[in-house]
C-alpha cells in the first residue's frame, strides 16, 4: 500500500455518489438568442414546427418528369426550370404533363407531377427536347420532405448541452431563441504564501518577478480556463494568504454570491492549512479525504447556500480532481443530462508502477498501433509535473487494489475531453 494510502479513505465512486445525492440543479431559466446560445444548457425540448426539408426537392442537377412516361430512348419536351429558391410555376397552374420535363438544380422544389429526377449526364438535349439515355426508376433522386427532420419531432431533448452543430440545426428549423438554465455562479481563489500571481487582464502589467521560495499560480489560470469550457459565470478571487481572517472574508464574499465555490490549496493537513477549519465555522464539510492519486486531499461541503470543492494544491491534482468529481457535479447542476465516460481498454505498451491503495489516474498517451489501442506513459507521474499531463492525451485508470502493471497486460482508459484540453 502506498504511504499516502491509509484504511477508511473514501473510494472515489462514493465519493461521487455522495456528491451527487446533495446537489440540486438549477431550475432558473431564461431565453437567450441562438448566437449566444452555445454550451446552455436547454432547460425544455425543442420540436420541430416545420419539415426539413419543406418540399421535396431534387438531390441532382437534371430533369424532373413523370416515370411512367420514362424509357431508354424517350423523348421530353423542356417547358420551364426550377432552381433554388425559384421553383417552377406553370403558366395554366397545371401539373406536369405526359413527356413533360422541368430542368431542375440541387435543392429545388420537385415540380408538381414530377415522381423522378434524371440527371443531366443520363439525357441528349437538342434545343427544347432531351432524350433518355438510360432508363429511370421512380423516385430516383429526390429528397423528401421531411427527411431530414420531420415536423413535430422532437430534435433536441432538455439537459442538452448545445453544441455549434446544434446552433446550425436550430437555424435550420428557424428557431431564434431557446429557453435554456441560467448559468452556474462559481467563486474561484487560491490560497498560499508561496504564489506569485499571474494578471489574467488582457494589457494588464507583466508577471511578478520570481523570488525565492515563491511560484508562481499556474492553478488559478488553468481553472479559469477550464471552467470557460462550460459556460458558467467566474468570480476570480484571486490569491488569499495563509492568514485565517483572509480566508474567512474571501469564503463570506464567494458565498454570498456563488452556487459554487472552489479553491485551490489549503486542504492538506500542514499548520498553515486553514481552509478546513474556517469550512467547519461557515459550513459543513461531508468528506475530506478520498482514496484517488492524484488528488487525495479533495474536499466537498456546504458553504452558504452553495456547494464548496476544494482542490489539492499540486497542480496535476488540482487538474484530475477538477476534471474526475468537479466537471461532472457542474454539469449536473447546470442541468445536463450526463452520459457515461467513454472507457476504452488498451494494451500497456510499457511496464507502469502502481501500488495497491488508490485508484491511480496516470497521465497517458493512447495510440493505435496495427489496430489495437496501446497506451503509453506520458512521462513522470509525481503530482507536481504538469508537464506530463500537457503532453497526454489520456488517463490511464489504475484499480485501487491493483499493483504494477508489466507491458503486454490490458488497463483501462479514458481518453481526455473538451473539459480538460
Not at 420514362?70 to 403558366?91: D, K, N, R, W
Request: include cysteine; charged fraction near 20%; hydrophobic fraction near 45%.
Amino acid at each position: 500500500m502506498d504511504f499516502c494510502s491509509s484504511p477508511g479513505l473514501l473510494p472515489v465512486a462514493e465519493a461521487m455518489q455522495r456528491i451527487y445525492a446533495q446537489l440540486v440543479p438549477l431550475r432558473e431559466t431564461q431565453w437567450v438568442d441562438l448566437a449566444a446560445a452555445l454550451d446552455c444548457v436547454l432547460a425544455e425540448p425543442v420540436c420541430a414546427a416545420i419539415n426539413v426539408p419543406a418540399s421535396d426537392n431534387s438531390a441532382m442537377d437534371g430533369y424532373a418528369l413523370r416515370s411512367a412516361d420514362t424509357s431508354s430512348g424517350a423523348e421530353f419536351e423542356v417547358i420551364g426550370q426550377s432552381l433554388a429558391g425559384h421553383p417552377f410555376v406553370p403558366a395554366s397552374g397545371a401539373a406536369l404533363g405526359a413527356f413533360q420535363a422541368v430542368r431542375i438544380m440541387t435543392g429545388a422544389v420537385i415540380p408538381a407531377g414530377a415522381d423522378t429526377v434524371i440527371m443531366q449526364e443520363k439525357v441528349t438535349r437538342s434545343g427544347n427536347r432531351i432524350q433518355l439515355d438510360a432508363a429511370v426508376v421512380q423516385g430516383d433522386n429526390i429528397r423528401r420532405a421531411g427527411d431530414d427532420i420531420a415536423q413535430g419531432s422532437e430534435l433536441l431533448a432538455k439537459g442538452r448541452r448545445i453544441t455549434a452543430l446544434d446552433i446550425g440545426l436550430l437555424a435550420s428549423i428557424g428557431v431564434a431563441q431557446v429557453k435554456v438554465y441560467r448559468r452556474l455562479r462559481v467563486a474561484l481563489l487560491t490560497t498560499g504564501d508561496e504564489l506569485l500571481p499571474l494578471s489574467l487582464s488582457p494589457g494588464s502589467s507583466p508577471l511578478a518577478a520570481p523570488q525565492a521560495g515563491k511560484i508562481y499560480d499556474s492553478n488559478r489560470p488553468l481553472l479559469v480556463a477550464l471552467l470557460q469550457r462550460l459556460n458558467v459565470e467566474i468570480q476570480d478571487l484571486g490569491i488569499i494568504a495563509d492568514d485565517i481572517t483572509a480566508l474567512r472574508a474571501a469564503f463570506l464574499q464567494a458565498s454570498e454570491w456563488a452556487d459554487v465555490v472552489i479553491s485551490t490549496g489549503g486542504v492538506s493537513v500542514g499548520d498553515a492549512d486553514y481552509t478546513k477549519d474556517v469550512l467547519e465555522e461557515l459550513g459543513q464539510i461531508d468528506f475530506w479525504k478520498i482514496a484517488m492519486k492524484p488528488g487525495k486531499p479533495f474536499a466537498f461541503g456546504r458553504l452558504g447556500h452553495g456547494w464548496f470543492f476544494g482542490l489539492p494544491g499540486n497542480p496535476v491534482s488540482t487538474a484530475v480532481t477538477y476534471h474526475q468529481l468537479v466537471v461532472p457535479a457542474l454539469r449536473y447542476m447546470a442541468g445536463e443530462n450526463l452520459v457515461a465516460v467513454s472507457l476504452l481498454i488498451a494494451v500497456a505498451g510499457q511496464a507502469l508502477k502502481k501500488q495497491p491503495g488508490r485508484m491511480d489516474f496516470q497521465r497517458g498517451i493512447l495510440r493505435t498501433e496495427q489496430g489495437l489501442n496501446k497506451v503509453y506513459s506520458a512521462g513522470a507521474q509525481s503530482s507536481g509535473v504538469l508537464s506530463s499531463m500537457a503532453r497526454a492525451n489520456c488517463y490511464i485508470c489504475l484499480e485501487a487494489e491493483r499493483g504494477n502493471v508489466a507491458a503486454g497486460e490490458t488497463v483501462s482508459v479514458i481518453p481526455f475531453d473538451e473539459f480538460i484540453r
